[in-house]
């Protein structure tokens, strides 16, 4: 089993539209992350999430970005109006309390049009 | 700035030998390196990690050296296979309960031809 999933696999919207990117980790996870990664480029934090709380964010964080797991389980990262330099695949993260592994899910490939 | 500065950019390796990939980074707070493998159109997956109370961390074919004076830290893929052709990136972070954010090196594309 995945310890991390994410939907959808491949999002494609409009310059200005709002996306929301989907993650489900499962359920011993207490610390979760957003990375994207750039076409070629290396992986960029985004933002650490515990404890229902933004921990730490980056300077690519954003106020057109933001984070919240409403039931529990669902992990979403939320763009409000994206740029064409949005695109990017975005790996949502899940980490236990206990050990230092950070487990990548699949990424969500979005393409800004 | 670049936290984590990563080289060779690619590395082409014959089967059988070893591939060198090389990592230095600047913040003397980090205290956790890990080794993440990346296939096309998957997400990274660690592959080996090392804290810097030790030198050197071996499994099975890949191995970390870490060198903190230096602020360097190495992978060794021993044996390099076919199936080892991936881009790897090195990373660090400072083990705290505020993120635990993991700043990337740049990637190393990795070809081991048969």
Known sequence: EPEVTQTPSHQVTQMGQEVILRCVPISNHLYFYWYRQILGQKVEFLVSFYNNEISEKSEIF?????????????FTL???STKLEDSAMYFCVARREQYNEQ????GTRLTVL | QQQVKQSP???????GGISIINCAYENTAFDYFPWYQ?????????????????????EGRFTISFN?????????????QPGDSATYFCAASIDSNSGY??????????????
Do not use: W, Y
């Open chain 1, 103 to 106: 487990f990548f899910g699949p």
């Open chain 2, 38 to 58: 990346q296939f096309p159109g998957k997400g990274p997956a660690l592959l080996i990690a090392i804290r810097p109370d030790v030198s050197e961390k071996k």
């Open chain 1, 62 to 74: 954003d106020d057109q970005f933001s984070v919240e797991r409403p039931d529990g389980s669902n």
């Open chain 2, 101 to 114: 954010a993991l700043n990337f090196g740049k990637g190393t594309s990795l070809l081991v031809t048969p």
């Open chain 1, 78 to 80: 939320k763009i409000r």
């Open chain 2, 68 to 80: 903190k004076s230096a602020k360097q830290f190495s992978l060794h893929i021993m044996d390099s």
């Open chain 2, 9 to 15: 950019q690619s590395l082409i390796v014959q089967k």
